[in-house]
């Protein structure tokens, strides 16, 4: 079965400073990866996606990913981090069928300090 | 382009009673998918409606139903509504591209129940 696991579930970085949020995901092919992010009272942004090809994907608002095969890892990374993105960061594992179901990790909540 | 439009975007219910959220997806999206967002459970699969077929289900007890229209709008009922089905039930809309499967949610609905 899919999983999806997000190791930290609050994480505080001081504004201008690098930023890099963990994921690891269980899936028996190659996935669809997502990233998410949810400020609060809101819905899901997409911020970026892994499907094939490149193993370093751009995003949304600078936010970039790398997927590890060997690590079973697609961490989320950010040089630079503005107080506007303090948020929930929701990392994701898709099928590849075509079919819309994804398994979410329980997330990680980014405070950014002055 | 219009985003994934859910109504009402806050209600509240009483215990017993049923209540149905609407989703009107991107336009030319033919697959939505419906998830349920909670601070124990995080963010779970309810079921994917393709074509007005439901394609996937999520473990969710049959009190939880939901259709697709040929305009691909989608609605979900919930009936004999219990305090625990009080949570942020978000809708999803997708279409298969050659850069993969990418997937938009809507700003959610939020179902209280007293």
């Known amino acids: 079965a899919q999983s999806v696991t997000q190791p930290d579930i609050h994480i505080t970085v001081s504004e201008g400073a690098s930023l890099e949020l963990r994921c690891n995901y269980s899936?028996?092919?190659?996935?669809?990866l997502f990233w998410y992010v949810q400020s609060p009272g809101q819905g899901l942004q997409l911020l970026l996606k892994y499907f094939s090809g490149d193993t370093l994907v751009q995003g949304i608002k600078g936010f970039e990913a790398e997927f590890k095969r060997s690590q079973s890892s697609f961490n989320l990374r950010k040089p630079s981090v503005h107080w506007s993105d303090a948020a929930e960061y929701f990392c994701?594992?898709?099928?590849?069928?075509?079919?819309?179901?994804?398994?979410f990790g329980t997330g990680t909540r980014l405070l950014v300090s002055p | 382009k219009a985003g994934v439009t859910q109504t009402p975007r806050y209600l509240i219910k009483t215990r017993g009673q049923q209540v149905t959220l609407s989703c009107s997806p991107i336009s030319g999206h033919r697959s939505v998918s419906w998830y349920q967002q909670t601070p124990g459970q995080g963010l779970q699969f309810l079921f994917e409606?393709?074509?007005?077929?439901?394609?996937n289900k999520g473990n969710f007890p049959g009190r939880f139903s939901g259709r697709q229209f040929s305009n691909s709008r989608s609605e979900m009922n919930v009936s004999t509504l219990e305090l625990g089905d009080s949570a942020l039930y978000l809708c999803?809309?997708?279409?298969?591209?050659?850069?993969?499967?990418?997937?938009?949610f809507g700003e959610g609905s939020w179902l209280t129940v007293v």
């Open positions: 409606y393709f074509s007005e077929t439901q394609r």
């Open positions: 899936y028996g092919a190659t996935p669809y």
């Open positions: 999803a809309s997708s279409s298969m591209t050659a850069s993969g499967n990418t997937i938009y």
């Open positions: 994701a594992v898709g099928e590849m069928t075509g079919f819309q179901k994804l398994v």
